[in-house]
């Protein structure tokens, strides 16, 4: 069977990311391509590595015809998406790849990104879109909202470690590094190859950076207590990637076994023989999270690197692969490339 499938606010990194993996999915057949100022476009005047497939012309999002659309990817920017998404029609399948409705209380999504949130009541049936801890209520969900990418990489490290108390849960250092694709595609002084090129810098130091709201709710959750992590982000000179390094409290034999057990039957989760740690270049263009453990100097600490590409598993890879899901179609079906080399 083939599903039809609309794609708003293709003209962005993660909406090309996109159209680039279902090219090559099987059930999957890109039906509507919105955007708001590109529109009227072809794609291949947008994003020239895509003029070989035959896709729509990109449209105004409300001049989109959603009666035999089977799921949408809303990859529009924070605020934007709450918005266009109140206005879809309310049997339409939506994958929400914003911040907009992961916080699953509309005042920490207020204390976070600073406006009030325009669509409780969608907020009160969205799911967290993390597949490996979710799959049974995304299965079922209408509204699936996407992690964040550093999010992703973080909880995919110490999620299982929380769950089975193998960490001190007060001592949590995470230091991630983040290429610039991360930041979106629209035009930002900072991001300039000039001015970013030669050098990577830490930013939203001191606790500030949004994803922390996803860290204490999710952390928080599992541990049915307050868990804050220590977080510092970085921006590299990179297009693509995440290497995230978390200092914890703990063996780093038990440590290394939880990990392994938590995701022996997770297709997309591979932990890294003990003492091996991981480089974004053997994730990069891939649905892939490496996780690698190591012994620190210090007696009782414990090291653990993970890596991912911030585009894929950790934005629209991990999109299509709730969209699987939601369709009951093979979870990994578009998904198991091999990553780019070199």
């Given at each position: 069977?083939?599903?039809s499938?609309?794609?708003?606010?293709?003209?962005?990194?993660?909406?090309?990311?996109?159209?680039?993996?279902?090219?090559?999915?099987?059930?999957?057949?890109?039906?509507?391509?919105?955007?708001?100022?590109?529109?009227?476009?072809?794609?291949?005047?947008?994003?020239?590595?895509?003029?070989?497939?035959?896709l729509?012309?990109?449209?105004?999002?409300?001049?989109?015809?959603?009666?035999?659309?089977?799921?949408?990817?809303?990859?529009?920017?924070?605020k934007?998406?709450q918005?266009?998404?109140?206005?879809?029609?309310?049997?339409?399948?939506?994958?929400?790849?914003?911040?907009?409705?992961?916080?699953?209380?509309?005042?920490?999504?207020?204390?976070?990104?600073?406006?009030?949130?325009?669509?409780?009541?969608?907020?009160?049936?969205?799911?967290?879109?993390?597949?490996?801890?979710?799959?049974?209520?995304?299965?079922?969900?209408?509204?699936?909202?996407?992690?964040?990418?550093n999010?992703?990489?973080?909880?995919?490290?110490?999620?299982?470690?929380?769950?089975?108390?193998?960490?001190?849960?007060?001592?949590?250092?995470?230091?991630?590094?983040?290429?610039?694709?991360?930041?979106?595609?629209?035009?930002?002084?900072?991001?300039?190859?000039?001015?970013?090129?030669?050098?990577?810098?830490?930013?939203?130091?001191?606790?500030?950076?949004?994803?922390?709201?996803?860290?204490?709710?999710?952390?928080?959750?599992?541990?049915?207590?307050?868990?804050?992590?220590?977080?510092?982000?970085?921006?590299?000179?990179?297009?693509?990637g995440?290497?995230?390094?978390?200092?914890?409290?703990?063996?780093?034999?038990?440590?290394?076994?939880?990990l392994?057990?938590?995701?022996?039957?997770?297709?997309?989760?591979?932990?890294?023989?003990?003492?091996?740690?991981?480089?974004?270049?053997?994730?990069?263009?891939?649905?892939f999270?490496h996780?690698?453990?190591?012994?620190?100097?210090?007696?009782?600490?414990?090291?653990?690197?993970?890596?991912?590409?911030?585009?894929?598993?950790?934005?629209?890879?991990?999109?299509?692969?709730n969209?699987?899901v939601?369709?009951?179609?093979?979870?990994?079906?578009?998904?198991?490339?091999?990553?780019?080399?070199?």
């Open positions: 069977m083939t599903y499938i609309a794609i708003l606010g293709a003209s962005g990194y993660t909406g090309a990311e996109l159209i680039r993996l279902i090219a090559g999915h099987a059930q999957l057949k890109i039906e509507a391509l919105g955007a708001f100022s590109k529109a009227g476009q072809p794609i291949k005047q947008v994003f020239p590595h895509l003029r070989h497939l035959d729509p012309v990109l449209m105004q999002i409300d001049e989109i015809d959603f009666a035999n659309i089977d799921l949408c990817f809303c990859a529009l920017p924070h934007t998406s918005e266009v998404i109140s206005k879809l029609p309310n049997d339409l399948k939506i994958i929400d790849l914003s911040a907009d409705f992961r916080l699953s209380d509309p005042d920490d999504y207020k204390k976070w990104y600073g406006n009030d949130h325009a669509a409780k009541d969608l907020q009160k049936e969205a799911v967290y879109g993390l597949t490996e801890f979710y799959r049974d209520q995304i299965a079922t969900a209408r509204l699936v909202a996407g992690t964040g990418c999010a992703a990489t973080g909880q995919f490290m110490l999620r299982p470690l929380i769950q089975s108390a193998a960490i001190d849960l007060d001592d949590i250092i995470l230091d991630l590094k983040c290429a610039v694709s991360g930041a979106g595609r629209s035009l930002k002084e900072n991001l300039l190859h000039a001015e970013l090129s030669e050098g990577y810098h830490a930013y939203a130091v001191g606790g500030t950076h949004r994803h922390l709201g996803e860290f204490d709710q999710e952390f928080s959750k599992i541990a049915g207590r307050s868990v804050h992590v220590q977080f510092t982000p970085h921006l590299i000179p990179a297009n693509r995440i290497l995230a390094t978390a200092y914890v409290k703990g063996d780093p034999t038990k440590i290394h076994d939880v392994v057990s938590a995701y022996a039957s997770e297709p997309f989760v591979e932990v890294l023989p003990l003492g091996d740690t991981p480089q974004t270049r053997d994730t990069r263009g891939s649905n999270c996780i690698g453990v190591v012994a620190d100097r210090l007696p009782g600490r414990t090291i653990i690197v993970g890596a991912l590409d911030n585009l894929t598993k950790g934005s629209s890879g991990q999109a299509l692969q969209a699987n939601m369709l009951g179609i093979e979870e990994t079906e578009g998904l198991m490339m091999v990553p780019f080399f070199p």
